[in-house]
């Protein structure tokens, strides 16, 4: 799996979009890119994933660069339910058999919204 | 549509006592977790099940078994608890095949366990 970098910690305030990059410049071509957020004593939580095209859901836009070495997650409107830890995880989509696909979770962006 | 419930919530254990985690998913999911976070750390698995019937050891299995009930449930047992085991504890479920089985895994709200 492809290795990704993000900033450890941004804030945002409540209201504005918040913008979390994603750098992943050894992604391959079958390499998806997702994103979880893990709110404090939570669960993470699965948030959207993409190929290469922009893609968007009820919580966020995922925009990824032409060459696809990096990624931002857009939360258009960001509120103080959103403060959480962001990860940006890259893999392939397909599961071989007898693989446990466990996700990988490094250390993330920690998005503080301020009200 | 509860999603991955886990009980307990809490639980505080003496070292050498045993308990057992249970993990129900309603979404007819085939594959299942079990993850375990220390505090600053990411998860690591512990044991996980690819369908019914099947488990296998992750990357930190020693001092835990597991069990796949049936398809909605895998439970995680620990036989002699220690210290070390103190963590918050995820369970999580998977569909496997089609359009679903794309490394999108649905978490519980987590166990938190610390052994004294």
């Known amino acids: 799996d492809a290795k990704t970098t993000q900033p450890p910690s941004m804030d945002c305030a409540e209201g504005r979009a918040a913008n979390l990059p994603c750098n992943h410049s050894?992604?391959?071509?079958?390499?998806?890119v997702y994103w979880y957020r893990q709110i404090h004593s939570q669960g993470p939580q699965y948030i959207i994933h993409?190929?290469?095209?922009?893609e968007t859901n009820e919580m966020a836009s995922l925009i990824i660069t032409e060459d696809r070495k990096s990624s931002t997650l857009i939360l258009p409107h960001a509120t103080l339910r959103d403060t959480a830890v962001y990860y940006c995880i890259v893999r392939v989509s397909s599961w071989g058999s007898g693989s446990a696909r466990q996700l990988t979770f490094g250390s993330g962006t920690q998005l503080t919204v301020l009200p | 549509n509860a999603g991955v419930t886990q009980t307990p919530k809490f639980q505080v254990l003496k070292t050498g006592q045993s308990m057992t985690l249970q993990c129900a998913q309603d979404?007819?999911?085939?594959?299942m977790y079990w993850y375990r976070q220390d505090p600053g750390m990411g998860l690591r698995l512990i044991y996980y099940?690819?369908?019914?019937?099947?488990?296998d050891k992750g990357e930190v299995p020693n001092g835990y078994n597991v069990s796949r009930l049936n398809k909605r449930e895998f439970s995680l047992r620990l036989e002699s608890a220690a210290p070390s085991q103190t963590s918050v504890y995820f369970c999580a479920s998977r569909a496997r095949t089609g359009e679903l089985a794309k490394n999108i895994q649905y978490f519980g709200a987590g166990t938190r366990l610390s052994v004294l």
């Open positions: 993409g190929l290469k095209n922009n």
């Open positions: 099940s690819a369908s019914e019937g099947t488990t």
């Open positions: 050894t992604i391959s071509g079958n390499e998806y």
């Open positions: 979404m007819n999911h085939n594959s």
